[in-house]
């Protein structure tokens, strides 16, 4: 099934067909095709299935978390505090969007809410300080992709419930890589500076300008803080985090900083709902599939050719980022995480490759994939929010894209820069 799966469902792509309806379709052809109608039951009474569960419910919660802190004008909170923090240097307004991201993520663990909110932000702002719109807009995407990775995220809620591994243990060790992808970024801005022509450093923010910056930031900058403490001391769930999260930011929008008000609840809610639904309908879906899959003995099937290749780890995980690399040129980092994580997961930890190590290899290599041509996702929001066209955006990240796969290389064959925060933690072993 699998030989002929693929090329199905690349070929309803590029017929323009939404990714939810190829996951389905493609299968359902086969099975039909085969003479499998029964199976057709199964295949999509488990799309519903695949989302009934309640640590999905994390994803809703999560997705109205941003929004109510998009809403409530935090995001430009954040903004001016990487400014007070960051815009003396020379290119300080593209730092300043580095860091705005990093700190987003700890927010809403979504690259496209980064974009969204960031980037209607900072790319006019840039293109008036001097900086061309196609490179405020390369970074904007490039920065972006660091939302899924530090905690809170999306994906690893999906991959802990696909896989049964511990969602804290995710969160923790996504710190690391995510700060390495704002590093390197940042460390291309300082190296591009004289090439590009970026302006020169503003004035040095007085350490009373960073104190009241950082006063006014406290409040969103202890989300992430509430989520992880609370996480990782047994008081809550993540869904009950998420939900947490979502009361702590309605109060902070309300009460603290008053920018929310009750007639806006109705639109935040809408949002959010629909942007829930489409992250759930592709987990089910995927989902789904998977369950069809496993009948056709797929996973042994690939299993086998993998591990046919290579008995090396090292080789191993070499030719899985290549695969994975090219999977998210096409696919969407949660319904990837659903069709293979079950089939390459239980390959590595067998050749004695942390699973958790595992894990945030594969979640960080399919979230850079939102940045690559022909299908990411994050390239299309850019191009929407800078005007620009989606080949321009692509070509512009470039630079930015080969930092991106040096941080994956490097979490890949030095384990320690993960596992390490969780391994602290008492997490892994």
């Known amino acids: 099934m699998l030989n002929l799966f693929l090329p199905l469902f690349l070929v309803l792509l590029l017929m323009g067909l939404p990714v939810f309806f190829g996951l389905i379709a493609a299968p359902g052809l086969l099975l039909w095709a085969n003479g499998q109608e029964r199976d057709l039951v199964l295949l999509y009474r488990n799309v519903y299935n695949g989302m009934d569960s309640f640590p999905l419910m994390a994803i809703p919660f999560f997705m109205m978390a941003g929004e109510v802190m998009n809403r409530s004008n935090i995001t430009l909170r954040l903004v001016e505090f990487s400014q007070a923090m960051m815009g003396h240097l020379r290119g300080g307004l593209a730092h300043v969007n580095v860091l705005s991201s990093m700190l987003f993520a700890g927010l809403s663990g979504s690259a ?37 990775i530090i905690p809170p ?75 992880l403490g609370g996480i990782l001391g047994g ?15 309605v109060l902070i929008g309300m009460f603290v900083l008053r920018s929310l008000r009750l007639a806006d609840l109705p639109g935040i809610l809408t949002r959010a709902g629909i942007t829930s639904a489409v992250v759930l309908l592709l987990v089910g ?13 797929t996973p042994e099937l690939l299993a086998s050719i993998i591990l046919g290749l290579s008995d090396n780890p090292l080789v191993l995980l070499l030719l899985i980022n290549l695969l994975l690399f090219v999977v998210g040129m096409f696919l969407d980092a949660g319904p990837a995480i659903i069709i293979l994580g079950p089939i390459l997961g239980p390959i590595f930890t067998s050749l004695g490759v942390d699973s958790v190590h595992f894990a945030i290899v594969m979640a960080v290599n399919l979230t850079v994939g939102l940045l690559t041509p022909p299908m990411g996702l994050v390239l299309f929001v850019t191009s929407s929010v800078s005007g620009l066209r989606v080949e321009t955006v692509a070509r512009a990240t470039l630079p930015f894209l080969a930092v991106e796969i040096v941080v994956i290389f490097l979490i890949t064959y030095f384990p320690a820069l993960s596992l390490t925060i969780p391994r602290l933690a008492g997490f892994v072993n």
């Not at 008081?235 to 930011?249: I, K, L, R």
């Not at 879906?285 to 003995?297: D, G, Q, R």
Request: aromatic share 8%; proline share 5%.
């Open 112 to 148: 496209v809410a980064d974009v969204s909110a960031l980037g209607s932000m900072l790319i006019p702002a840039m293109e008036k300080q001097g900086y061309t719109r196609r490179f405020a807009a390369a970074i904007t995407a490039a920065s972006s992709i660091i939302g899924p």
């Open 153 to 227: 995220s999306g994906i690893m809620i999906i991959y802990a419930y696909v896989m049964g591994e511990s969602v804290a243990a995710l969160f923790l060790a996504g710190i690391v890589p995510g700060i390495l992808i704002g590093g390197g970024l940042m460390l291309v801005i300082h190296l591009l500076a004289d090439r590009y022509d970026l302006p020169a450093a503003t004035r040095r923010a007085s350490w009373g300008e960073r104190g009241q910056a950082s006063i006014k930031a406290i409040w969103p900058l202890m989300t992430p803080v509430i989520i």
């Open 285 to 297: 879906a995927a989902m789904a599939f998977k369950t069809v899959a496993s009948l056709s003995h």
């Open 235 to 249: 008081v809550f769930t993540p869904t009950e985090a998420a939900a947490v999260a979502v009361g702590y930011s």
